[in-house]
Every structure is written in C-alpha cells, then in structure tokens.
C-alpha cells in the first residue's frame, strides 16, 4: 500500500522507512515542477527588471505571497515577509522589533519547550538590551499550565515568544490564550510555527499572534524559502533587518528611503524559485487537506506509539495520549545511547534522529541528554511503521543485552 507516497518521488525510488519529518519533510513532485518550471520558463530576477520575464518572474512570486497570506489567514500581502527559514525569520523580529524596543528592566518570556531558533535570538538580544529572559516551564508530560503564564507574563514583559508545537514532544500550545495574555500586559506575542504549519490549519488572526514564523520545507515546500508573518502596525514602525538592494525607494551618498512593506525587509535577490514551490507546496496541502493529514498520521503514530510500548526498556517522552504527539515520537531505550540506537535503526534502513534535537535546555529539563525522534508524517504507512517497530525490538538483544 503506498497511498500518498506515490506523489512524492523520493519516497517511490528510495527504499528508507523516512520518519524523520520533523527535520525535513519530503517533497511531491508538483513542487519539485513547480520549482523546474520557474527556472525553465519564468526566471530572472523579480522586482527589477521590466521585461516580460522579469514581470513574469515578479508575478510568480508575489502570487506565491498571496498564496501564503491565505493560507496562515493575514489580512494583507504586506504581512507577508519571505526569509530563507525559521531562524532567520525569528532572528528578524529579535534584531528589528527586539532591539529597538527592549531596555534594561523589560523581560522576555519563552518557553522551556523552544527549539534553539526561538531561544538564540532572544538571548541575543537580552545580552545586548540589558533586557531579562524568563522562561515558561511545561509540566513533566510536556502539558503547559496557564496560571504559570498568568504569573510569569507581567507589566515588564515585552515580548512572549513560543513554539506553537514541540519538535521533541509534538504537543500542541495554546498560542491564543498566550497571546491574549501577552496583549493584556502590553506584551507581544511571537510564535514559531516551524512544527505546526505541516499538521494544523493556522489562521494568524485567530490566534491573535503579533508575528508568526515558518519553513518551507517542513510543509513538504523548498529548503531555504521561510516566511515572517507580521502584523502590518508593527512592521510599519520597525526598522529594517538586513540592508542593501531591493529593500529602497531611494538612496543617497549618506542615506536611504526605505521600499515599503513588505520589500523593506527583504533585502538582495529573492528566492522566488522557492517561493513558488512553497506555493505548490500550499496548493497541495490544500489538496490533501488537514483533515486527511491528521487523520493518516495519527493512525499511523498512534499504532507505533501503542506498539512500542508493548517493547520492554522504551521510554517515550510526553503525554501518553497519541493524538497529544502529531506524529512526532521521541524515545530513549534502556542503557543503550541514542545514538546507537539511530546507528542500528539506520542500518535496517529506516531514518530517525538522534540527539538533542536544538533544544537542550528541554531535554536538560525533562532530565535527558539525548533521545531519539521518530516523527512521522500522513505519506507514512503502517508497514513503514511495522519496519520500524521489528527493527527497534532487536535494539537491545543487538547492544548485547537479554530481551
Ligand atoms: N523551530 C522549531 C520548533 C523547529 O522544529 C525548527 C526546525 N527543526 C526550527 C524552529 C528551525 O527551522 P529552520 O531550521 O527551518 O529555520
């Protein structure tokens, strides 16, 4: 049974059990076209020239921002920033909103559960400000407790910013209630969906969020397009992030005038290529749609999770609900380093994570150094579950141990 595998080419020519979608996702062949036929027939560099293939180049790739505002709900394209990912994205708000508007005496709030993008970055500019960061701890399973945030979000808070679902437990925050807390306090709210665009619909106004950060290429798009979502009042009033071409209305010896929204923050040549084939990647996400997606990994997840708690020495991190997961299973198995097991799982063909998964301060927290994540997506099946599950029983028999 291949189900939807068969829409992606990797998947149909490559024999590895690929359960490490929390990385990287796969790509359906639409998007790799998509990506093929700008470059066959539509490329030059957008935003500049006034040939037709230029105008069709900088068509394509507005048309994939409009694209993105629609799928995540912004009110307008001027909302919509293209950055290379995630980090960059996130790096854009701390070094553009984040430095201008932090002084000693002001707080930041994350949350224990961040990924290091969501972390560095506000640190960073803590150090620099003189600003204080706090951190929002969850609860053992990994759950958030909200009077946690009533307490800890206050009058000196200025900025909150959490991941909207772990890469290492798959748990889902309530983005919206944070949010409403932030703004009570005068806070804004940022939130990291590098995890949460593959699984859930998300619409940026009703989660109230003030700035929304992504990746292509977790939501089965390119590598190295991301987006910035940002509300209009607020990107408005900051100033730029990088400098250079693209980003001007006009420039003398000793100044410049900023392009308007949301050009001012995408300095030099774009990756209209890859905006394109993260609209492919929306087009087909559309196409399958989230009912389907979750309902697929969930079947799938949710059998490997029951299974692999039925193998003696499997400790798997989090709630142990499997719809609380969204696919993404991080374990360690008794006495044997996660690395080693990764190593022994590889053999066999089947790729997963080993390590700390670019959030320590959470594995530290829940009191490990490693793991391993199995994260599974909707193009998974159940005999890619069942490889791995034979293979993950043998683990310790072939580190030496008994059963
Ligand atoms: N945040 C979370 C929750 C992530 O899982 C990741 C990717 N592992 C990132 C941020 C960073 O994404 P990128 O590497 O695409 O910038």
């Known amino acids: 049974m291949q189900g939807y595998k068969t829409d992606f080419p990797l998947l149909m020519q490559d024999k590895t059990v690929y359960i490490d979608n929390a990385a990287t996702a796969q790509r359906p062949k639409c998007v790799i076209d998509a990506e093929k036929d700008f470059y066959t027939c539509h490329n030059a560099n957008p935003l500049r020239g006034i040939y037709e293939l230029s105008v069709q180049a900088t068509e394509n790739y507005e048309n994939a921002r409009k694209a993105v505002r629609d799928f995540i ?71 958030l407790d909200l009077n946690k945030a009533e307490e800890l979000i206050t009058d000196r808070t200025k900025i909150v910013a959490v991941t909207q679902l772990s890469n290492v437990l798959g748990r889902e925050y309530p983005i919206e209630k944070l949010a409403e807390i932030a703004h009570r306090k005068n806070a804004v709210m940022v939130a990291d969906g590098a995890q949460s665009t593959p ?27 991301g987006v910035l979502y940002g509300r209009r009042e607020l990107l408005e009033k900051m100033p730029p992030f990088l400098t250079g071409g693209e980003m001007i209305e006009s420039v003398s010896r000793t100044s410049a005038v900023y392009a308007e929204l949301p050009h001012k923050f995408e300095a030099g040549t774009v990756n209209a290529a890859g905006a394109v084939g993260l609209k492919s990647a929306i087009d087909y996400v559309k196409s399958v749609g989230f009912e389907e997606i979750h309902k697929r990994e969930l079947e799938v997840s949710a059998y490997a999770f029951e299974k692999m708690k039925e193998i003696a020495h499997i400790n798997i991190l989090g709630s142990e609900k499997a719809e609380e997961h969204n696919g993404i299973l991080t374990f360690t198995v008794d006495n044997v380093h996660p690395h080693d097991v990764s190593e022994i799982l590889a053999a066999d063909g089947i790729a997963v994570r080993a390590g700390h998964h670019c959030a320590q301060p959470l594995l530290e927290y829940l009191g490990y150094r490693s793991t391993v994540r199995a994260s599974f997506a909707f193009y998974n099946t159940k005999e890619d579950a069942d490889r791995f599950l034979d293979s993950l029983s043998t683990v310790r028999e072939r580190m030496g141990y008994g059963k």
Request: charged content about 20%.
């Open 199 to 225: 699984h859930i619909a998300v619409d940026v106004k009703k989660l109230g969020v003030d700035f929304f950060a992504f990746s292509g290429h977790k939501l089965y798009g390119p590598m190295g397009i």
């Open 73 to 143: 709900g912004a009110k307008s394209v001027q909302e919509i920033i293209f950055t290379r990912n995630t980090t960059e994205s996130i790096n854009l708000v701390a070094y553009s909103y984040g430095l201008s508007n932090l002084k000693k005496g002001d707080e930041v709030v994350v949350s224990i559960m961040e990924h290091h993008s969501d972390l560095l970055p506000w640190q960073m500019v803590c150090r620099q400000t003189g600003a204080e960061l706090k951190f929002l701890e969850c609860e053992k399973d990994g759950s």
